[in-house]
């Protein structure tokens, strides 16, 4: 077996030898998912010998920008790849999971694996598109929207060859991609289930993004047998009370026959042999039962109906209370006004009188602050409370991009403009703002030479997408914010002085948060946007002490990630106490609790006797915590990664 795998990788080696050297690839000698990628990689000029120092890794301040897109993402899928390491521990094996444009946001892993130096890719910030890195499973399904794997030699850049990688893309209930959940590991291990257990893990992620998505729908569950209702493999279709197909999960679409357009445009009754009526009677049978429904075509499965999570039959959907969980996933509080930021700090109420004065006047506004200062609050605020406020309003952080996508992102690109692109091409985010407001954040990280197509954009009010070959009118406002002294950066080079004057009409500067005067009723703000319907919570004496002598130096985007997972960990509780809030926080404030941290021992003690209590308990959290490391890492106040260190050095069987 040994030696057929090593023939295996040789010969790989060889054939992409000489099809580096000009040779075409014959039929049937890869599988054609990796032909298709190296003849993308070949035309992109990607180096198979492309050193780990020469890849970008997106920096850990931009990460946050990155992780609160895909906060819904991230939400269902760190359950789940917790569940996935289990399975693959003791592997050297890591889970991955990508946004859509390829950055890792999260893994878990195998420390002696996952900590290399030459790994760093597969911790956050990495980034494994094609055009980055060459033939990966992540960038390779990302372009062709299946799961792949890639073994060995089949990696297109030699860096990876140590690697077999097995990914599959999520989708989300109208089959836009979310993201890649991806397992890596040593080309040594045995890895013939991986592919089966990331297309498991990943529909579980699918199932659960769309349960939340259709809270307050009538859900039919169904499979052609009856014992696969309630697995991974049951196709679920969501029906507004009236009839309307909503949405169908990835199983329901295969079993139907349904596409995107096709879920959009169609009813109840040209799909199942059943009214509305007949609808919403089955779904108000409790339990629900399982019974048999007929396909409009004939064909006969087995179902079971009932309202969506939250949902309250006896009431319209529009005016359902929100769920927990639904109200702790919101982002920002939505201000609606520039009035409702306005919670009593001089300098706040200063910016936003000065803002007020040229609503409605063709004055660009220019927003300067700390990263997490509410820049993008701020702007959206003021877009809401102008003549535009019913027009979109369009995001992009410009250093939260590589530079290599930042382009495509803000032009878009015409059907065909490169290998691997969209077949229908891509909308930018200049054109998507049209009508509405163009909001840039970190405007002062933007390449130069976009710099100049920007002003371009600003002076004949036309975009042009790559590739394209005509120009597409444009009517928007830009609202663009720094934490950089943008005159320093044009005395530099860094940025151009004519954009500099086109950008900077009136000149805002936010106060970080350890500057401000309202620090309580902000938090106060915020927890009462993240929960809305629970007028009776509150924070504690203490927690309102801590809040308003903490430094906050994450800003208010710290303030609200600390509310937000406080408000989850209290439970049932009214009040959100000290215990709640999230250990990093408190320890950060030097707040930490004794009891979560690993106990002091007397020092007379020899260290043989050190080692036995600790690891006395750490053996006693594991079994408390039924061998899940990330809760006992949790409740010692450790990480993961220390955890598996340390059961590693006291030669304790991992979990």
């Known amino acids: 077996m040994l030696c057929s795998e090593q023939n295996r990788r040789e010969g790989t080696l060889e054939t992409k030898a000489r099809f580096l050297a000009g040779e075409p690839l014959p039929e049937g000698l890869l599988p054609e998912v990796i032909r298709r990628s190296w003849q993308r990689c070949l035309d992109r000029g990607v180096s ?10 997106v920096s850990a301040g931009a990460m946050n920008g990155f992780r609160e897109r895909s906060r819904r993402l991230l939400f269902y899928s ?9 399975q693959i521990s003791g592997t050297s094996s890591a889970a991955v999971l990508c946004d859509a444009t390829g950055v890792v946001l999260h893994s878990v892993g195998d420390p002696n694996f996952v900590e290399k130096p030459h790994q760093v890719n597969l911790q956050p910030g990495g980034l494994w598109t094609e055009e980055v890195i060459g033939t990966n499973a992540i960038g390779t399904a990302l372009v062709e929207q299946v799961p792949v794997s890639v073994h060995s030699s089949e990696h297109f850049a030699n860096i990876n060859r140590f690697l077999s990688c097995s990914a599959a893309p999520i989708f989300d209930s109208m089959e836009n991609m979310l993201g890649v959940l991806d397992v890596s590991s040593d080309c040594a291990i045995d890895h013939r289930h991986t592919m089966a257990l990331v297309c498991m893990s990943a529909q579980m992620i699918e199932n659960q993004l769309f349960a939340q998505e ?10 052609l047998r009856a014992e696969f209702l309630g697995t991974l493999y049951e196709g679920i279709a969501a029906f507004s009370p009236d009839g309307r197909l909503v949405a169908g999960n990835r199983a329901a679409r295969t079993l139907l026959g349904l596409n995107r357009q096709g879920t959009r445009k169609r009813n109840l009754g040209d799909i199942f042999d059943l009214s509305p009526a007949a609808l919403v009677e089955q779904a108000r049978a409790l339990p629900p039962k399982v019974s048999r429904l007929r396909l409009r075509n004939g064909t006969v499965l087995f179902g079971r109906v009932q309202f969506g999570a939250e949902a309250d039959p006896a009431s319209s959907r529009s005016a359902r209370r929100p769920a927990p969980k639904e109200r702790a996933l919101r982002a920002e509080p939505v201000t609606g006004s520039l009035q409702a930021l306005d919670l009593g700090d001089p300098a706040m109420s200063a910016a936003i009188g000065k803002a007020k004065k040229i609503l409605g006047h063709d004055i660009p506004l220019m927003i300067q602050g700390e990263s997490g200062s509410g820049k993008e609050m701020f702007a959206q605020a003021f877009h809401a409370e102008g003549p535009r406020g019913q027009g979109p309003f369009v995001a992009l952080n410009c250093a939260a991009i590589p530079e290599g996508l930042i382009e495509s992102e803000l032009f878009g690109y015409g059907e065909g403009a490169f290998t691997g692109a969209r077949r229908s091409g891509s909308t930018g985010k200049i054109q998507q703002a049209d009508g509405g407001t163009l909001f840039l954040d970190e405007i002062g990280d933007m390449p130069l030479s976009l710099q ?3 002003l371009r954009v600003l002076q004949d009010r036309t975009v042009t997408p790559l590739g394209a070959s005509s120009s597409v009118p444009v009517d928007i406002k830009i609202i663009c914010a720094t934490n950089r002294r943008l005159r320093e950066e044009i005395s530099s080079g860094r940025f151009r002085e004519d954009l500099y004057y086109r950008l900077n009409g009136l000149l805002i500067s936010l106060p970080p948060l350890r500057a401000r005067t309202d620090r309580v009723a902000l938090a106060r703000s915020i927890l009462r946007t993240l929960a809305p319907g629970d007028a009776a919570v509150g924070f504690s004496p203490q927690v309102i002490d801590l809040f308003s002598r903490h430094r906050w130096p994450g800003n208010i985007r710290q303030m609200m990630n600390v509310i937000r997972t406080a408000l989850a960990l209290r439970g049932d509780r009214a009040e959100i ?14 707040e930490l609790p004794e009891s979560r941290t690993l106990p002091a021992i007397e020092h007379d003690q020899g260290p043989g ?7 006395v308990l750490i053996r006693e959290v594991l079994r408390e915590n039924h061998g899940n490391v990330s809760a006992a890492a949790r409740k010692l106040g450790i990480s993961r990664s220390t955890l598996y260190r340390k059961l590693k050095e006291k030669g304790e069987p991992l979990p």
């Open 452 to 454: 100049a197509r920007l």
């Open 577 to 590: 106490a000290v215990e709640h809030l999230p250990e990093d926080f408190l320890e950060q404030a030097g």
């Open 78 to 86: 760190e359950p789940v790849m917790e569940q996935l390491h289990e």
């Open 214 to 223: 259709c809270r307050g729908e009538i859900l039919i569950h169904f499979h």
């Open 609 to 615: 006797r050190l080692k036995c209590q600790e690891t």
């Open 48 to 57: 198979v010998e492309r050193q780990a120092r020469e890849i970008p890794v």
